[in-house]
C-alpha cells in the first residue's frame, strides 16, 4: 500500500480564496483523521471520521472551516474563505477499526500522511 | 480530563550519548501510550505503543519506553544516538472514540 496520500503538498493562496485539502486514507481503514500543526498550538485534531460518518468536529476552528468523506477512499478538508492564520502543516491520518484484547478495547496505529503546508498571504 | 505533557521542548545530544525524552500522562483509566517521531518535513512516524504487559516497550530504530504507573510517565529512551535521530519527537496518549491526545513534542537536536 502507498501510505496516506495527501494533496497538493503546498498551497500558497490569497486571503479569501477558497482552499481545498484532499486525502486518501489506506485501503481497509476505518477511520480518518485531520490534524493541524502549528508552532503556537502543536498537533491539533479538528475532526476525524469511522466509516465516513464525521464523528467528533470540535477541533473544527470554525465554520470557515468544513470537512467530507464522500467514500472509504476519499476525504477532503475545505477552508472558506482563508485567512492568514490558517497557515499550517495539515495532515491526514487513518487507522483500523480498534479491536478487543479481553474486555479491553485496543487502539490501532494511526498511519499519517506527509501532510499539506498551507500559506495563506 | 486527559492531557500528555513533555517538559522538554528542546534536548540537544551528542551523537552517541544517550537519550531520554519524558512524557506524563493525565487520565482517568489505563492507559494507550504511544511515540511518535517527526523528521522534518515529514509526517508522524510510529516508534512504538504500550497497551498492556510488560512496561519496558521495544521500538524501531533502536528505541524503548517505560511505562510507570506510579509516576504517570511514559519515558522514551536510547542508548546511543546517531545524527539521523534529530527530530520532533511527541507521546499520544489513546482516549474515546480511537482517537490520540498528543503532547507539545520535544525536538531533538543532535551535535555530531
Known amino acids: 500500500d502507498a501510505g496516506v496520500i495527501q494533496s497538493p503538498r503546498h498551497e500558497v493562496t490569497e486571503m479569501g480564496q477558497e482552499v481545498t485539502l484532499r486525502c486518501k486514507p489506506i485501503?481497509?481503514?476505518?477511520?480518518l483523521f485531520w490534524y493541524r500543526q502549528t508552532m503556537m498550538r502543536g498537533l491539533e485534531l479538528l475532526i476525524y471520521?469511522?466509516?465516513?460518518?464525521?464523528?467528533?468536529d470540535s477541533g473544527m476552528p470554525e465554520d470557515r472551516f468544513s470537512a467530507k468523506m464522500p467514500n472509504a477512499s476519499f476525504s477532503t478538508l475545505k477552508i472558506q474563505p482563508s485567512e492568514p492564520r490558517d497557515s499550517a502543516v495539515y495532515f491526514c491520518?487513518?487507522?483500523?477499526?480498534?479491536?478487543?484484547?479481553?474486555?479491553?478495547?485496543?487502539?490501532?496505529?494511526?498511519?499519517f500522511g506527509p501532510g499539506t503546508r498551507l500559506t495563506v498571504l | 480530563a486527559q492531557s500528555v505533557t513533555q517538559p522538554d521542548i528542546h534536548i540537544t545530544v551528542s551523537e552517541g550519548a544517550s537519550l531520554e525524552l519524558r512524557c506524563n500522562y493525565s487520565?482517568?483509566?489505563?492507559?494507550?501510550l504511544f511515540w511518535y517521531v517527526q523528521s522534518p518535513g515529514q509526517g508522524l512516524q510510529l516508534l512504538l505503543k504500550?497497551?498492556?504487559?510488560?512496561?519496558l516497550v521495544q521500538g524501531i530504530k533502536g528505541f524503548e519506553a517505560e511505562f510507570k504507573r506510579s509516576q504517570s510517565s511514559f519515558n522514551l529512551r536510547k542508548p546511543s544516538v546517531h545524527w539521523s535521530d534529530a527530530a520532533e519527537y511527541f507521546c499520544a496518549l489513546g482516549t474515546a472514540g480511537n482517537k490520540l491526545t498528543f503532547g507539545g513534542g520535544t525536538r531533538v537536536l543532535v551535535k555530531p
Open positions: 491520518a487513518s487507522s483500523d477499526k480498534p479491536g478487543l484484547a479481553g474486555a479491553r478495547r485496543t487502539y490501532n496505529e494511526q498511519f
Open positions: 485501503s481497509g481503514h476505518d477511520y
Open positions: 487520565y482517568g483509566a489505563t492507559p494507550y
Open positions: 504500550y497497551f498492556s504487559g510488560d512496561t
Open positions: 471520521f469511522n466509516n465516513n460518518v464525521p464523528i467528533d
